[in-house]
């Protein structure tokens, strides 16, 4: 099991709140990303990173940001939820040069916006 | 336009019975091919990955191939077990960038009966 942990597990909030979700990882991994699953629908990137310091945005446009102040840490931020947000959200972290490494996944935080 | 193609889309079996998942691919340039299972509210874990030389890999019960001319990949689930339900979803990365962009499919629904 890869060390990577997603808070909360579930998140159930009124519209107009301020979220952040929090993604840590205990691995030392460079890389990380922030993914928005739905239901029967595949993963889509909204966030990346390579390193501290470092923030690209993915190819699903996201209204929420994103920071790398420290390796292990990458929250997401959401300033205004609504209910379009309600989604899955999943992050990863990877390590090594290129595409062979894998993708570590946290377990998600489960997002519902009234 | 690249995409990640998975058939079917669900699938029910008897514990026991052996079953095949199919994947198709049009990522160009390809780079490599990942299995993950993501089990009912977790993350997605990495089964295997298979690069453009191999053809088949194995890790206990699955067994992965892929025929790059084709552009189409297997996984081949022997002597199934209630545990093996779960979405398993094709993941192709391509080698037009450092990150490795990856490519998701939907998934394929794997449903074990007792």
């Known amino acids: 099991e890869a060390d990577i942990y997603q808070t909360p597990r579930y998140l159930v909030i009124g519209t107009g709140k301020k979220i952040t979700l929090e993604c840590s990882q205990t691995?030392?991994?460079?890389?990380m990303y922030w993914y928005q699953q739905d239901p029967g629908m595949e993963l889509h990137l909204i966030h990346y990173?390579?390193?501290?310091?470092?923030?690209e945005k993915g190819d699903l446009s996201s209204e929420s940001t994103v920071s790398r102040i420290r390796t292990e840490h990458f929250p997401l931020t959401l300033e205004s939820a609504r209910p379009s947000h309600t989604s899955q959200y999943l992050c990863?972290?990877?390590?090594?040069?290129?595409?062979?490494?894998?993708?570590?996944f946290g377990d998600g935080t489960r997002l519902s916006i009234l | 336009k690249n995409q990640v193609e998975q058939s079917p889309q669900s699938l029910i079996i008897l514990e026991g019975k052996n079953c095949t998942l199919q994947c198709n691919y049009t990522v160009s340039p390809f780079s490599n091919l990942r299995w993950y299972k993501q089990d009912t509210g977790r993350g997605p874990v990495s089964l295997t990955i298979m690069t453009f030389s191999e053809n088949t890999k194995s890790n206990g019960r699955y067994t992965a191939t892929l025929d790059a001319d084709t552009k189409q990949s297997s996984l081949h689930i022997t002597a199934s077990q209630l545990s093996d339900s779960a979405s398993y979803i094709c993941v192709v990365s391509d080698r037009g960038s450092t990150l490795g962009r990856l490519y998701f499919g939907r998934g394929t629904q794997l449903t074990v009966w007792p």
């Open positions: 990173s390579y390193g501290v310091n470092s923030t």
């Open positions: 990863a972290s990877s390590d090594g040069q290129g595409s062979n490494q894998p993708q570590h």
């Open positions: 691995m030392g991994h460079d890389k």
